[in-house]
């Protein structure tokens, strides 16, 4: 394999160009920079045209890309869109993790926040940081910066775009502006499997392997790291990534390599774009898998096709920290009158959610309900619309559990099933008369 050159990334100082390790900046930008993780500092002004961020959980690539958006904004003058792939995801991430930037660099004076629309703009300069997600076409069409052209656009959660088509089209919403000012589309994300697009696209091409950590040329930056590279964890941050069981996960979330998902339990599914076919979607059957702190309260929004044996995932809810009265106003809307099976283990919040006018019945519990729903499944054609990331996530990575000597168990990893758990409770009742059991 032919070797692959190493050059630092070009960065700029003051209104100059110039190839280097270290920008010197002066004043209140030495003291910004001094909260930026060591690893990522030459990076502050990356002018490359591709820019990737990738690697394990806990890295601190999304932080310090929120960090250097907002010094760009304000110092460089630049107008960036941050993105992902489905808009109703943006408030609780990206547009929360630079809110959270500006307020930790005390620059709340500085910037204009409209919370509503998700802009915000630098009082002084005029130049605006700008979301929408790529589902909303028409968000994505009209979206202007009041003043100059949008010369960075950051991509957040890349791999949750499954085609690389949507990504060069950002490219060339770049277009305008001042032809001297160099334009940027940076990705940041976990290394989910190797078979993606990104993989693909970007990182094949150059023969790339784990051990590798950065590759820099005029037109691409890749930089993989870990959770090594954020020095701000806690030592309980760290001990849980590195206890972290499960060998794929550990490869992808711990250390940022991309996985290879070799003991995938579904490969009956497939993406399609169904926001067309929505009002032909009668035959509803909808699954609630409760949670709270850590693990999300996860709703697939589904009609099946019985003669077909097909499923349609049309739309999902999938949200952390949810109280039942919060969860109730969320979904109640959205469920139009039709009820919801969810985990019996919750009686309390089935009785809440029913209090609060959604119609909620719990789901059956019965010997090896889990692989008997899995099984059942499995012998459906499911067909995943392009807005639900949550459950094309889900389908990508749930795995069956591994012996030590590699072989796959009958037992599926606890990980990656929230969706997935709340449709194996959407059809019980088709498992049941179709099968003669039940699940749970």
């Known amino acids: 394999m032919t070797a692959i050159a190493i050059q630092r990334p070009r960065i700029r100082v003051g209104r100059r160009w110039k190839i280097g390790k270290k920008a010197v900046l002066g004043g209140t930008d030495t003291k910004l920079i001094a909260k930026l993780n060591t690893i990522y500092k030459p990076y502050l002004s990356n002018t490359a045209r591709t820019q990737i961020y990738f690697g394990g959980a806990s890295s601190g690539k999304s932080v310090f890309n929120a960090q250097r958006f907002v010094l760009a904004v304000m110092d460089d003058g630049r107008n960036v869109l941050v993105c992902r792939a489905v808009a109703r995801t943006i408030r609780k991430s990206v547009f929360a993790e630079i809110r959270s930037v500006i307020n930790e660099f005390d620059l709340e004076d500085e910037f204009h926040v409209h919370k509503s629309e998700m802009v915000i703009t630098h009082k002084a300069n005029g130049h605006q940081i700008l979301f929408a997600g790529l589902d909303d076409v028409n968000k994505l069409k009209s979206i202007r910066a009041e003043k100059g052209a949008i010369t960075d656009v950051w991509v957040e959660e890349a791999t949750e775009i499954q085609d690389i088509k949507d990504i060069k089209q950002l490219m060339r919403r770049q277009r305008g502006g001042d032809p001297g000012t160099p334009k940027t589309i940076t990705l940041t994300f976990n290394p989910i499997y190797q078979s993606h697009p990104i993989y693909k696209e970007y990182f094949e091409p150059l023969g790339w392997h784990d051990n590798q950590t950065e590759y820099n040329s005029d037109s691409l930056t890749i930089l993989k790291t870990w959770y090594i590279?954020?020095?701000?964890?806690?030592?309980?941050d760290i001990d849980d990534l590195e206890n972290e069981p499960d060998g794929y996960f550990k490869d992808v979330y711990t250390y940022g390599k991309w996985g290879i998902l070799g003991n995938v339990i579904f490969t009956n599914w497939r993406v399609e774009d169904l926001s067309g076919m929505r009002g032909q979607f009668t035959n509803h059957?909808?699954?609630?898998?409760?949670?709270?702190?850590?693990?999300?309260a996860a709703l697939p929004y589904t009609h099946y096709d019985k003669p077909k044996k097909r499923i349609y995932i049309y739309d999902e809810f999938y949200e952390v920290g949810m109280t039942n009265d919060v969860l109730a106003a969320s979904i109640k809307a959205p469920l139009a009158g039709s009820y919801v099976k969810a985990d019996s283990a919750e009686p309390k919040s089935i009785a809440e959610l029913n209090k609060h006018g959604v119609r909620v019945v719990g789901a059956k519990k019965g010997k090896d309900s889990v692989l008997h729903g899995i099984q059942w499944l499995q012998q459906q054609e499911i067909i995943i619309d392009k807005s639900c990331?949550?459950?094309?996530?889900?389908?990508?990575?749930?795995?069956?559990?591994?012996?030590?000597?590699?072989?796959?168990?009958?037992?599926?990893?606890d990980k990656n099933n929230h969706i997935i758990d709340g449709l194996r409770y959407a059809y019980e009742d088709d498992m049941t008369l179709q099968s003669g059991f039940y699940m749970g």
């Open 229 to 236: 590279h954020n020095e701000y964890l806690t030592q309980g």
């Open 285 to 296: 059957r909808h699954g609630l898998d409760f949670g709270f702190s850590n693990d999300p």
């Open 389 to 413: 990331v949550h459950s094309i996530s889900e389908f990508q990575q749930y795995q069956w559990k591994k012996d030590k000597h590699g072989d796959p168990l009958p037992q599926p990893v």
